[in-house]
Every structure is written in C-alpha cells, then in structure tokens.
C-alpha cells in the first residue's frame, strides 16, 4: 500500500461516525451489528431477569444495584461483586457452586451473545433519554414549582389573617366592644345610649354663644327681629333631652297628667216630659219648657183652609200585578233566646303617637334626625363665617348701618372655637358607634346582621388557616415527590451516560478506532 492511500486511510479513520440517538437500534440493525430479531432472542435473557428481580440477594453490598430495568452494566458490575464475595466459588470444572451466582453469570453471557447488550443498550438509551429523563424532570420542575406556589400562597394566607384581625379589632374599636363575645357585648352597649345621649345634651348646652350669633346674624341680614333659626337646638340647649311631648306643647310630661285627671267627665242624665216622652240632657238646670217636645206638630185638615188640596188621582201607567197564590210563610217561630254578651268590657283608646310623644328628643329618631340637621346648619354657617372673616370681609359688616356689635365685633378665633364646639355633639351624634347602637336598640334583626358580619371576619381568618394547613400538606407532598424522583433522575442521567459511552467505544472498536458519536439530546443531559 503506498504512502498516499495509508495517508488517505488514516484520515478516514479520524472520520467520526455520528449516530442519531433515537435512531440508534435502527442503526446497529441496519449495520447487521446485531441481529433484527434481537428482541425475540431475548426471551431466556428476560425469563432470567424476572426471577432474579423476585430473589433476594445474598449479598447485602449489591441490592442497591439490583434495580429495574438492569442493563449490562449493572448485570457485570453485580457478577464481579458476587465473585469477590464467598457466594463465588467455583468447582472442579470451572461452575459456580451458588446457584445466584450462577444466575447472574448465565445473564452476562446471554447479553454478550451477538451483540445483545449493544442493542438493549441502544433500547435504555433511547427509553431514558425520549421518556424517563423529560418525564421526571417534569415532575421535580412539577413539585418544585408547586411547592413555591405553596409557600407564597402560604405567606398571603397569613398576611390577610392579620389583615382580617386588624381589621376585626378596628370595627370592633369603632363600635366599642372587646369582640371576645360579640352578641352579649352589643346587648350591653344599648344600656349605655341614655347616658350617651346626656352627654350629648351636656353638649349641645355649650352652644349658647354659637345659637346666639348665627340668630343675630340671620336676623340682621334678612332684617326680621322675630326670624328663629335652630329652634329645636335652641329648646335643647335651654331646657336638656326632654320628651317630645314637651317640646310640642311646652308643658311637662306631670303637668299634661294632672290637667286630664282634672277634667269632669259628666254623665248623660235621662228624664221624661209631661208627655212621657225620654230626655236626653248633661245639664241638669235646664228647663223643661225650653225642650221642643212641648210644640204641637199636628196638622188639623179642617183648622188648616190654607193646606193644598192634595186629593188628586195619579196613573202611572202599571196594570194590576198578579203575585200567584198566595205566599206561606209558615208558622213556625224560631227562638233565639237571649244572647249573652259576657262581661262588661272595657275599652281604652290611646291617642294616636302617645308612646312616641312620651320619648326624649334625642331618642325619637324624628327629632334626633331634625337635631342632627340643625347642627350642620350651625357648622356650615360657622365655617362659611370664618372663611370669609379670614378674607377681612368683617370690614364691609361694619360699613353698613345699624349692624349689631354681636356681629362687628365677634373675631375669627371665637367663630373658629364656636365651630369646634358645635363639631362636638354633631360628632358623637353621627359617629359609626352611634349609627350601630341605634340601630341595635331599634331592630333585634340588625343585631343577629352585625354579629354574623363580625363574625364573618373570624371566618374567613378560621379559613386562612384552613388554607395554610392545606398548603403545608402540599408543601409535604412536594417534598416528598421531589425526594422520590431525584435519585431516579440522577441514576438515570448517569445509567444513560455509561451506556452511550460503552456503545461508542465498543462500535469503535468494530469500525477499527474510528470515533462514534451518538448525538441528540443525550448530549443536554
């Protein structure tokens, strides 16, 4: 051979051959490197790998080998690890004398005969790489995205029950309970309205100044000396939380009971006339003479030539109407006896409004809600004022005539204090605590509808914690995936790796050193 064609073959000879992974069992059958029923040839081989699977081994070291699917290596790795032990004695004529021993060399033999191991090598390759590695990065990418997930919905969980509490003890805070026992607390705060509503009334009994110069105000401005404005306030304010009876007729509650118990109540006197006719009078003075059972209202037809002659005949234009026989009553007299009525009954009609009538001003929710108007009324006129006293309109007040001193001489600091006081009860009148508490004392509904909205924060914190359980169960099972899968992802990779480099360097040796490469995604792995 010349110089040329030695060149020409060892060049060759540094030629890779590159082998698609997925492709690799069709190419070693293509090459008649294995034979094309490789598979079906294979059966004493599986026969073998079945009962060894079932068997136990002797051999404590090498259980963790014997794993599914065993391949060459494993089978070669596990029979040296059995001849080096005392299960690896061989008799005279060269067997072994431990029947698992024996087992395993049996399967060593049939995976070299023809080839084999290089096409179930070329089978694990293609299995790992095509399906088992994808399938369990998927699952540890799988639990490791879900037990992130779990985590962040773990810590939301626990960010909205301190919001739900914050927020609990904050509607707690505004209705004035404690909110360890809900229902029994709001029953109790409906005992402290009376003495909410004094205090209110101390209130709006500090307001004698504002009262006074907003009336003087409006008074000189729309020039009425007799204008009132604010007059339930100003009733208030000078006489406290009275009855509503009061303020409409201005006398008190005793005062209205013992004028009715003064009234005489006289009884219907009944008498008779000369005539024997019944008289009806309350007043026994008066006189009989003057009663008009003494006119006579007869008519004397002969006395009385003045009466029209009325005897005249008349045709209506009906004839004679015969009824039939006659009709039968009959006889018979049913007696109902007499009915008995029971018991004198006595019946008392209250005045229409009397209950209400008998509330105080601040708890009828009429007058309590004119009250509440009256004092923004008051507010706005007093900010209106200190706007524009803080503009130095006072100045134009004092250049029209006859303009009350009350009003020249009233400075923004006393308006803006008179506002302050007037934003006192006005406050406490409107606040949430209120709201909820007249309402409790009005509707034993409302009361069951706060309690289940107060409770519903409670809830919704019972079902955050609900849901941080549920996320540390996933949490473990996440876990426990991961740890599961990993090894098998690990001894897959490596299991892939060891074969694809045995089956390069075995092909090599075939094709006279040539480098084989088996390319695809083995080589991301």
Same mark, same amino acid.
């Given at each position: 051979?010349?110089?040329?064609?030695?060149?020409?073959?060892?060049?060759?000879?540094?030629?890779?051959?590159?082998?698609?992974?997925?492709?690799?069992?069709?190419?070693?059958?293509?090459?008649?490197?294995?034979?094309?029923?490789?598979?079906?040839?294979?059966?004493?081989?599986?026969? =073998?790998?079945?009962?060894?699977?079932? $068997?136990?081994?002797?051999?404590?070291?090498?259980?963790?080998?014997?794993?599914?699917? %065993?391949? *060459?290596?494993?089978?070669?790795?596990?029979?040296?690890?059995? $001849?080096?032990?005392?299960?690896?004695? #061989?008799?005279?004529?060269?067997?072994?004398?431990?029947? *698992?021993?024996?087992?395993?060399?049996?399967?060593?033999?049939?995976?070299?005969?023809?080839?084999?191991?290089?096409?179930?090598?070329?089978?694990?390759?293609?299995?790992?790489?095509?399906?088992?590695?994808?399938?369990?990065?998927?699952?540890?990418?799988?639990?490791?995205?879900? #037990? &992130?997930?779990?985590?962040? #919905?773990?810590?939301?969980?626990?960010?909205?029950?301190?919001?739900?509490?914050?927020?609990?003890?904050?509607?707690?805070?505004?209705?004035?309970?404690?909110?360890?026992?809900?229902?029994?607390?709001?029953?109790?705060?409906? /005992?402290?309205?009376?003495?909410?509503?004094?205090?209110?009334?101390?209130?709006?009994?500090?307001?004698? /100044?504002?009262?006074?110069?907003?009336?003087?105000?409006?008074?000189?401005?729309?020039?009425?000396?007799?204008?009132?404005?604010?007059?339930?306030?100003?009733?208030?304010?000078?006489?406290?939380?009275?009855?509503?009876? &009061?303020? $409409?007729?201005?006398?008190?509650?005793?005062?209205?009971?013992?004028?009715?118990?003064?009234?005489?109540?006289?009884?219907?006197?009944?008498?008779?006339?000369?005539?024997?006719?019944?008289?009806?009078?309350?007043?026994?003075?008066?006189? !009989?003479?003057?009663? !008009?059972?003494?006119?006579?209202?007869?008519?004397?037809?002969?006395?009385?030539?003045?009466?029209?002659?009325?005897?005249?005949?008349?045709?209506?234009?009906?004839?004679?109407?015969?009824?039939?026989?006659?009709?039968?009553?009959?006889?018979?007299?049913?007696?109902?006896?007499?009915?008995?009525?029971?018991?004198?009954?006595?019946?008392?009609?209250?005045?229409?409004?009397?209950?209400?009538?008998?509330?105080?001003?601040?708890?009828?929710?009429?007058?309590?809600?004119?009250?509440?108007?009256?004092?923004?009324?008051?507010?706005?006129?007093?900010?209106?004022?200190?706007?524009?006293? /803080?503009?130095?309109?006072?100045?134009?007040?004092?250049?029209?005539?006859?303009?009350?001193?009350?009003? &020249?001489?009233?400075?923004?600091? /006393?308006?803006?204090?008179?506002?302050?006081?007037?934003?006192?009860?006005?406050?406490?009148?409107?606040?949430?605590?209120?709201?909820?508490?007249?309402?409790?004392?009005?509707?034993?509904?409302? =009361?069951?509808?706060?309690?289940?909205?107060?409770?519903?924060? =409670?809830?919704?914190?019972?079902?955050?914690?609900?849901?941080?359980?549920?996320?540390?169960?996933?949490?473990?099972?996440?876990?426990?995936?991961?740890? $599961?899968?990993?090894?098998?992802?690990?001894?897959?990779?490596?299991?892939?790796?060891?074969?694809?480099?045995?089956?390069?360097?075995?092909?090599?040796?075939?094709?006279?050193?040539?480098?084989?490469?088996?390319?695809?995604? %083995?080589?991301?792995?």
């Amino acid at each position: 051979m010349s110089s040329h064609q030695q060149m020409a073959q060892n060049k060759e000879l540094l030629i890779p051959i590159d082998i698609k992974d997925v492709k690799l069992v069709d190419w070693l059958v293509d090459r008649a490197i294995v034979n094309r029923l490789w598979n079906e040839e294979c059966g004493e081989l599986r026969d =073998l790998l079945k009962q060894i699977g079932e $068997e136990e081994c002797p051999l404590v070291d090498i259980r963790e080998e014997i794993v599914t699917p %065993i391949h *060459y290596h494993n089978s070669v790795k596990i029979l040296k690890a059995l $001849e080096d032990s005392p299960f690896g004695s #061989k008799n005279l004529i060269g067997q072994y004398t431990h029947d *698992y021993t024996a087992k395993w060399a049996r399967i060593v033999k049939l995976f070299e005969k023809n080839g084999t191991f290089l096409a179930d090598s070329a089978k694990h390759i293609i299995q790992n790489v095509k399906y088992d590695i994808p399938l369990y990065k998927k699952q540890i990418s799988r639990a490791t995205q879900i #037990k &992130q997930d779990s985590i962040k #919905k773990q810590a939301d969980c626990s960010n909205n029950i301190n919001k739900y509490q914050i927020k609990y003890r904050e509607k707690c805070a505004d209705i004035g309970i404690v909110g360890d026992h809900v229902r029994s607390e709001l029953k109790n705060l409906v /005992s402290d309205i009376p003495d909410k509503m004094l205090d209110i009334a101390s209130d709006i009994g500090l307001l004698s /100044s504002a009262l006074s110069y907003y009336q003087a105000f409006a008074r000189f401005l729309i020039n009425d000396p007799e204008l009132e404005v604010c007059p339930l306030l100003f009733f208030v304010q000078q006489h406290g939380n009275v009855t509503v009876s &009061q303020w $409409e007729t201005g006398v008190l509650p005793s005062q209205e009971s013992d004028s009715e118990s003064s009234v005489e109540i006289i009884e219907p006197i009944e008498t008779h006339d000369k005539n024997g006719c019944i008289v009806v009078s309350g007043d026994a003075d008066i006189d !009989p003479r003057d009663s !008009p059972t003494d006119m006579d209202m007869t008519i004397d037809p002969e006395k009385n030539t003045d009466a029209p002659d009325l005897d005249c005949d008349i045709d209506f234009g009906i004839d004679t109407i015969d009824f039939g026989a006659d009709i039968d009553f009959g006889e018979e007299v049913i007696d109902c006896g007499e009915i008995d009525f029971g018991e004198d009954i006595e019946i008392s009609v209250l005045g229409a409004g009397e209950d209400l009538k008998n509330e105080l001003l601040l708890d009828n929710t009429i007058t309590r809600n004119k009250i509440i108007d009256e004092l923004y009324e008051l507010a706005a006129f007093l900010s209106s004022r200190t706007d524009e006293l /803080s503009r130095h309109s006072e100045t134009i007040l004092a250049e029209i005539p006859d303009c009350p001193s009350e009003i &020249q001489t009233t400075q923004i600091d /006393s308006v803006e204090k008179m506002r302050i006081v007037v934003e006192l009860p006005l406050n406490k009148l409107t606040n949430e605590t209120m709201r909820h508490l007249l309402l409790l004392k009005n509707s034993e509904k409302y =009361l069951d509808r706060l309690t289940d909205s107060m409770h519903s924060q =409670l809830r919704l914190c019972d079902k955050m914690e609900d849901s941080i359980d549920e996320m540390k169960q996933r949490i473990k099972e996440a876990e426990r995936t991961y740890e $599961e899968v990993e090894p098998k992802l690990k001894r897959a990779i490596e299991t892939t790796k060891l074969l694809k480099s045995t089956v390069e360097n075995e092909l090599s040796k075939k094709y006279k050193g040539r480098p084989v490469r088996i390319m695809g995604d %083995i080589n991301t792995l």
